[in-house]
């Protein structure tokens, strides 16, 4: 197979082609995400193909498909429960870049207790017509549709009676507003739907089982990785111009999430830098801290590879997550005993430009987005350790019921 994906991509990779037509070609051969079924642009080929395949493509010089909500969300989602008209609508677009996608699922009221939320959708004719807020929806401000969860029975139990859309997020009834965060950047908004609109072939899996739907894009949620954007390097061609384009355009919104993450990376030479490392304290929580990331690390690669065995997103999901947190905040905890009052400082003159500083700000954030520690540690002691589940007073009586807000 690994032959077989360089013999066409010599034949067929051009590195001045616009880049939307290359991305055509790659999907068209069945390249683009090889592990997918034949008759969803894939060639139906085990999971371990995907890695192999978009090695090949690197080794190649060439693109691959685009980063982002698209493919690591939407695309998963839609191949798992999406009708047809939807795969065939949809998953070309997502993998060839011409469409950008966000994730509308959390509302003011509704994060960890994400089956509470209150979005309504009302059926009217061939479409439904959707009210309700949503936050800390990431790059809702230039994405071109939503994965939208609704409220659509108020009778039945919370989790049965949620609805599962697409929705086009260039409407009229759709107001988007950018939220500033505490480390000056605004990569999420707040959404007011007002009377905005879904045609009813934009539901995704039945009605009020939207629950089942959510679940799937959650599972990917928990092993989506923001990757560095490409190094402008000095490969040329439109091709590579313009998917360079593209991931910086993608990534000014994740510009700090490495900060969020921690930078253990910055730690070795700001100790140096500093004159602290013959310091005894400062030398234990580094290795303390790096001893964490690379447990970390394998642990990830365990679960890549019991993914590329074939093995639906499992625990090594929310475990993951939650080390994520750990390490983040150790390498915060190390930043700020290295860098004193100073790590206080932003801006041009201050330690590293103001990265310090920034991931001083930024690593709350990793403890919260995607599901916080606390909810990833129900999920490890009820399904992993068989622990009681949480109690719960609002599960079984109709949603219309529950005392909320
Ligand atoms: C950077 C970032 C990006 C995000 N992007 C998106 C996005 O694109 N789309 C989207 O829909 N959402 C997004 N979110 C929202 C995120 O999913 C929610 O913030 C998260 O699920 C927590 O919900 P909440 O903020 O309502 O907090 P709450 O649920 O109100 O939680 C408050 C506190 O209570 C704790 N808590 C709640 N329930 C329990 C429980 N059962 N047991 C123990 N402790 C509990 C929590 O751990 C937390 O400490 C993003 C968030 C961040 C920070």
């Not at 509704?110 to 009217?124: H, P």
Request: proline fraction near 6%; charged fraction near 25%.
């Amino acid at each position: 197979m690994r032959a077989e994906v360089r013999e066409w991509l010599a034949a067929h990779w051009d590195a001045d082609l616009p880049l939307r037509v290359w991305r055509e070609r790659l999907v068209d051969a069945g390249w683009a995400c090889p592990s997918w079924p034949r008759a969803s642009l894939g060639r139906g080929l085990p999971p371990w193909a995907d890695d192999i395949v978009s090695r090949a493509i690197a080794d190649a010089g060439a693109v691959g498909t685009p980063f982002g909500v698209g493919t690591g969300l939407a695309a998963p989602t839609l191949l798992a429960h999406g009708s047809d008209a939807l795969k065939e609508a949809f998953l070309r677009p997502t993998l060839t870049g011409e469409i950008t996608w966000c994730q509308l699922f959390s509302e003011p009221g509704n994060g960890s207790d994400l089956a509470g939320l209150t979005t309504r959708a009302e059926r009217d004719g061939e479409e439904w017509v959707v009210n309700g807020q949503k936050v800390w929806s990431t790059s809702a401000h230039h994405a071109d549709f939503a994965l939208l969860l609704t409220r659509t029975d108020w009778d039945a139990p919370k989790h049965r009676g949620i609805t599962y859309f697409v929705l086009p997020m260039h409407q009229d009834g759709i107001e988007v507003r950018p939220l500033r965060q505490m480390n000056g950047h605004a990569s999420f908004n707040e959404i007011f739907l007002t009377d905005a609109r879904v045609p009813d072939q934009y539901l995704v899996g039945a009605v009020d089982e939207g629950w089942r739907v959510a679940l799937t894009t959650l599972a990917h949620e928990r092993q989506f990785r923001t990757v560095a954007p490409p190094r402008a390097d000095d490969r040329q061609g439109r091709t590579i111009r313009e998917a360079a384009a593209e991931a910086e355009e993608y990534f000014k919104t994740y510009r700090w999430y490495p900060q969020r993450a921690g930078r253990a990376d910055l730690v070795l030479d700001v100790a140096r830098e500093r004159a602290m490392g013959g310091d005894a304290i400062v030398r234990q929580e580094i290795a303390a801290l790096f001893a964490l990331q690379r447990a970390h690390q394998w642990t990830m690669q365990r679960a890549h590879a019991a993914r590329a065995r074939g093995r639906p997103p499992g625990p090594e999901g929310s475990l993951g997550k939650l080390a994520a947190s750990v390490v983040a905040r150790a390498a915060a905890r190390v930043h700020t005993r290295l860098a004193g009052a100073e790590g206080l400082l932003n801006g041009p003159a201050s330690l590293r430009d103001g990265i310090v500083a920034e991931v001083l700000v930024s690593v709350p954030a990793q403890s919260i987005a995607g599901g916080t520690d606390e909810i990833q540690r129900n999920i490890l002691g009820e399904r992993v350790l068989g622990l009681p589940k949480e109690p719960s007073l609002d599960r079984d009586v109709p949603f219309r019921t529950i005392p909320r807000n």
